[in-house]
């Protein structure tokens, strides 16, 4: 898709949120939040100075233009209101904090998209608190160790996404190990076709890819419920500092080492919060260069469109891209 997308606008979101709150509120302003390359997500102002949030899946929404995805892949394209609404349905019966569903609407009579309006978190990102408040921070920090904690606690009868699982469905991967060994030799061979880096040590990591993967027993340790993509961008804050998991379309039963991979990729030398004991080294080590490996190439070819904000985009990718050439000169 090129510069033709067609956002919204607050005369566009009217009627959705009039659904959503009722006749007695009006939608003053709406603003679209920055950092969503999956869906539209909008902050609907009232005219009571109250707030919420909606989030719009359409393909105008949606830069990565990935077409229909299939979910008994657990790592396919992670958007849309069916993966969210079980996710979020996961997420309330397990006990685990997320931003309030108050409104969802799968029909279109609002809408030419699917949308749902959650509850507007007023504490701000973990991110932010993080780098504003160290002290404040570092207890939500602890605090999100808790619901780790209870996220982890519960159990799938198979890995595979949310959605697809506790409807009784299964993955279309043999295991865990194979499905991301697989994904991080196609993404080895898209980002050596986009940087002559990885170009040059593709056959070397490929090799590396395989003996990791060799290296890897197979577990009777079951799978259990994941985010699967959770930074401290991922985490917002209520007025207490509270954490709020969100992005949770990607939720999945899963080993938890590759959770804790993206944990530790992410929080950096903060994860010594998060970290935990007992995890299966041989998974960690093959997961990790795997992710790096995702990290280049999926912001690569989302650059290859007209994503409108390359820089932060280019960075992950050249960040991953120095990890990965890290990994092969050890």
Known sequence: MTATRRL???????????????????????????????????????????????????ADEDYWDAGAPDHRDP?????????????????????????????????????????????????GSLEEALERDPVAGRAALERLAAQLSTLHAHEGPTFGKVALVDNG???????????????????LAEA?????????????????????????????RPYVLIHGELGPDHVLLDADGNPALIDIEGLLYFD??????????????????????????????????????????????LLDGDFPRPGPMRAIAESNLLCVLDLVER
């Open 8 to 58: 919204l606008t607050r005369d566009d979101l009217a009627p959705f949120a009039k659904a959503a709150v009722g006749p007695r509120r009006t939608l003053a302003s709406t603003t679209r939040l920055r950092g969503g390359s999956k869906k539209g997500a909008y902050r609907l102002t009232f005219d009571d100075d109250t707030t919420a949030i909606a989030y719009v899946w359409s």
């Open 192 to 220: 050596a076709g986009r940087d002559a880096r990885i170009a040059a040590v593709e056959d070397e990591l490929a090799a590396g890819v395989r003996e990791l993967a060799a290296a890897v027993r197979p577990r009777t």
């Open 256 to 301: 938890v080492e590759w959770e804790h991979v993206f944990l530790r990729i992410r929080f950096g030398p903060r994860y010594d919060a998060l970290r935990v004991p007992g995890l299966d080294e041989d998974r960690l080590r093959l997961y990790r260069l795997a992710m790096h490996l995702s990290l280049v190439a999926g912001p690569l070819r």
């Open 169 to 187: 469905g299964a993955s279309s991967a043999s295991s865990c190990e194979q499905r991301v060994a697989d994904g991080a030799l196609r993404d």
């Open 75 to 123: 790592f396919s394209h992670g958007t849309g209101f069916d993966l969210f609404t079980a996710a979020h349905h996961r997420l309330t019966a397990a006990g685990v904090r997320t931003p309030r569903l108050l409104h969802a609407d799968p029909t279109h009579t609002h809408l030419p998209a699917e949308a749902v309006v959650v509850e507007d978190m007023t504490g």
